[in-house]
T-cell receptor, first 112, second 115 residues
Framework: QKEVEQDPGPLSVPEGAIVSLNCTYS??????FMWYRQYSRKGPELLMY????GNKEDGRFTAQVDKSSKYISLFIRDSQPSDSATYLC????????????FGTGTRLTIIP | ETGVTQSPTHLIKTRGQQVTLRCSSQ?????VSWYQQALGQGPQFIFQ???????GRGNFPPRFSGLQFPNYSSELNVNALELDDSALYLC??????????????FGPGTRLTVL
């Protein structure tokens, strides 16, 4: 069993829809939880990070962490075609600059 | 401010050959991590260098080795290439631990194909 599980999709939704992306994990030592966005032929770029359990909002993006269930989510509101990319969850048991453990990524397409 | 750069962009090698990939870290960053991303998979941690010393290693064999230079740029060397080494190799730099969250900034990657 992988330490981090993520539904690989692909996921296609119409423009303007709310998107929900999820990951589960098994390592209770993880304390920082990140969402990266990766466009084709590019390196991952950080969207948001969250420390421990709770919610964090940044514009159209909301990240949620439930450590009791070992479950994290990313919600995208009012989705745009430019949001089409692969979304990777990542986790760290340190301060984020040590080893990151990634999910497999979910490929998302927003249909205009 | 220049971001993380990697060279070359693409590389084709044959089984058994050796390869060296290069990474220039972002200005002010003293920590470099290397990741392997196979097609359709998430990045897998290979190792990390902090101030020229290896600072953690993932589940990769010894034929994967690295180096960090005094200017904090880094190399990833892979000996005796195997077909399964075909992947996107990502370098990420960060400013190091300071007791608070520290983001890793990724380069665009080097696409390695082993034939």
């Amino acid at each position: 069993q992988k330490e981090v599980e993520q539904d690989p999709g692909p996921l296609s939704v119409p423009e303007g829809a709310i998107v929900s992306l999820n990951c589960t994990y098994s390592n209770s030592a993880f304390q920082y939880f990140m969402w990266y966005r990766q466009y084709s032929r590019k390196g991952p770029e950080l969207l948001m990070y969250t420390y421990s359990s709770g919610n964090k909002e940044d514009g159209r993006f909301t990240a949620q962490v439930d450590k009791s269930s070992k479950y994290i989510s990313l919600f995208i509101r009012d989705s745009q075609p430019s949001d089409s990319a692969t979304y990777l969850c990542a986790m760290s048991d340190g301060f984020g600059n040590e080893k990151l453990t990634f999910g497999t990524g979910t490929r998302l397409t927003i249909i205009p | 401010e220049t971001g993380v750069t990697q060279s070359p962009t693409h590389l084709i090698k044959t089984r058994g050959q050796q390869v060296t990939l290069r990474c220039s870290s972002q200005s002010g960053h003293n920590t470099v991590s290397w990741y392997q991303q196979a097609l359709g998979q998430g990045p897998q941690f290979i190792f990390q260098y902090y101030r020229e010393e290896e600072n953690g290693r993932g589940n990769f064999p010894p034929r994967f080795s690295g180096l960090q230079f005094p200017n904090y740029s880094s190399e990833l060397n892979v000996n005796a290439l195997e077909l399964d080494d075909s992947a996107l190799y990502l370098c990420a730099s960060s400013p190091g631990t300071s007791g608070r969250y520290s983001e890793q900034f990724f380069g665009p990657g080097t696409r390695l194909t082993v034939l």
